[in-house]
């Protein structure tokens, strides 16, 4: 009984990455936990190699480490709790870590007990997670995976056009901009329209959560069978992000011959795609791991540093700029650049410059925020222009170009009960998207005020592969985040 394993401080260490990667498994991969895991298992093993020069009691140093890991990842979350400034709560933290350690290192008994404690509350804590995401991974086998069918190509593709899907995160039409923020946007609708783009003034998206939208655009379908396919009351979005990665107008345009290229985005299922050609990864610092670190002691530093903001500016500047290079590479192209932008976090002035104070919540009130919305609206306009510009200049055959929301903003939406009690102008706010699309020669005969999102890609292969795909009937569905696969419809009710 005198002999313990020390194996707390490694279990520990890993327990905050599995427990918040349990909780969020609907939305994570698992490779987006591998470099968390292996980073915090070496730096365990390398503190572990430095101190035993300094303390030779293993069970010792493996309290000291444990207490240490417990400290630095509940950092955040007591913050939170407490209104506390940090360089007082970093004080307290040195305090507790020095006294612990101090009394530890100066306990005269081997603290077995001790030891053996810290290892089983640290196997169970672990156990606990890898339950959930056993359960989770059983769920899900059990789910039957609808086969989707492949496209039938019919076409001459000589002339083949490259094709731009660029995705404005949370960007609002012309009538709720109006209506809401009391905003005129029309020298920017304007300018698209001297362009010669077709803006559809009265679309309304499909769904008003981004992995449902986006996956009824890129599969030209309603997704509403995913109700039974996943549970009415589940919160899994594996599949529909599945749909995103995989989708049906990929999988067309690549049997043309099209290259697919793809822009990352730092969200769940627009972050990177193993199905591109080219995948533009500006930044390896996703949300999984940013929402890790802000609850650990690092984050008041990088916080000071403005970390978190100039990685998240830095990869929507970069998603611009190469974006316009893009007219220069060889070959037919299928583009997808989905961009968190207008959506909050509010990185940018009117004139582009980094706001002061900058909250990077992404929901709730931080829509409230209108000026701050605008701000960032004007400045992706001047972006948009300017890339529109450089496409359209560069472009030897002239290509097609969807500028598209995927859903609306949620400034009207109570604070209280949120989306669970939706009225009818969070309806209207909710799905009125900015949708407009640039076919070449001015072919805008079938384009009409209200098309939706789920009939871009059918109107789009007609037009360039002359394929006979019927147009759907516009319809918008709500749900709510805690329950993403209980639809709503709302058509009658927003227009």
């Not at 001790?114 to 997670?129: K, W």
Request: glycine share 4%.
């Amino acid at each position: 009984m005198k002999k313990s394993f020390v194996i707390h401080p490694f279990l520990i260490s890993i327990f905050p990455i599995l427990f918040l990667f349990s909780h969020n498994i609907e939305e994570v991969y698992y490779s987006e936990i591998m470099l968390p895991l292996a980073l915090m298992i070496s730096i365990t093993i390398l503190a572990g190699f430095v101190l035993r020069f300094i303390i030779h009691d293993y069970k010792k140093l493996g309290i000291i480490l444990s207490v240490f890991f417990i400290i630095f990842f509940s950092y955040g979350h007591v913050h939170r709790l407490l209104p506390i400034k940090d360089r007082y709560l970093l004080l307290i933290c040195g305090i507790v870590f020095i006294c612990i350690t101090y009394f530890t290192v100066k306990a005269k008994k081997e603290l077995i007990n001790i030891t053996n404690t810290g290892n089983f509350i640290g196997i169970l804590l672990v156990l606990i997670s890898g339950i959930n995401i056993g359960y989770y991974e059983i769920i899900k086998q059990n789910r039957t995976d609808d086969d989707q069918t492949n496209l039938i190509d019919s076409t001459n593709n000589s002339q083949l056009r490259d094709v731009y899907f660029i995705v404005l995160d949370g960007y609002a039409n012309s009538t709720i901009l109006k209506n809401i923020y009391k905003f005129n946007n029309d020298q920017f609708i304007d300018h698209l329209k001297k362009k010669g783009f077709y803006v559809a003034s009265e679309s309304q998206s499909n769904y008003v959560q981004t992995f449902l939208s986006l996956a009824s655009t890129l599969n030209m379908e309603y997704v509403n069978y995913l109700k039974d396919m996943i549970g009415i009351d589940s919160k899994d979005r594996k599949v529909p992000y599945q749909m995103i990665k995989n989708s049906k107008v990929m999988k067309y345009l690549k049997s043309k011959g099209y290259k697919f290229i793809h822009f990352s985005s730092g969200w769940g299922a627009t972050d990177g795609n193993f199905s591109a050609d080219l995948d533009f990864r500006n930044e390896k610092l996703n949300e999984f791991q940013m929402i890790l670190i802000r609850g650990t002691m690092l984050y008041p530093f990088l916080e000071q540093l403005h970390f978190f903001e100039s990685k998240l500016r830095d990869r929507i500047l970069n998603t611009f700029t190469k974006l316009a290079e893009i007219p220069k590479m060889k070959g037919a192209k299928f583009v997808f650049a989905h961009i968190m932008s207008p959506h909050p976090p509010y990185l940018f002035t009117s004139s582009g410059k980094t706001v002061k104070k900058i909250n990077l919540n992404m929901s709730g009130s931080v829509w409230k925020e209108k000026d701050k919305y605008l701000n960032q609206l004007i400045f992706i306009n001047q972006k948009i222009k300017i890339l529109v510009e450089e496409i359209l200049l560069k472009s030897k055959i002239p290509p097609v170009i969807i500028l598209q929301a995927d859903h609306g903003t949620a400034s009207t939406f109570n604070d209280t009960c949120g989306w669970e009690c939706p009225t009818e102008i969070n309806f209207k706010e909710r799905t009125g998207i900015l949708n407009t699309i640039y076919l070449p020669k001015n072919n805008i005969n079938n384009l009409y005020d209200s098309i939706s999102p789920v009939n871009t890609f059918r109107l789009i292969f007609n037009f360039i592969f002359k394929t006979d795909y019927k147009l759907l009937n516009d319809r918008s569905y709500y749900s709510s985040e805690n329950h993403p696969y209980k639809f709503i419809e709302i058509t009658h009710k927003i227009r």
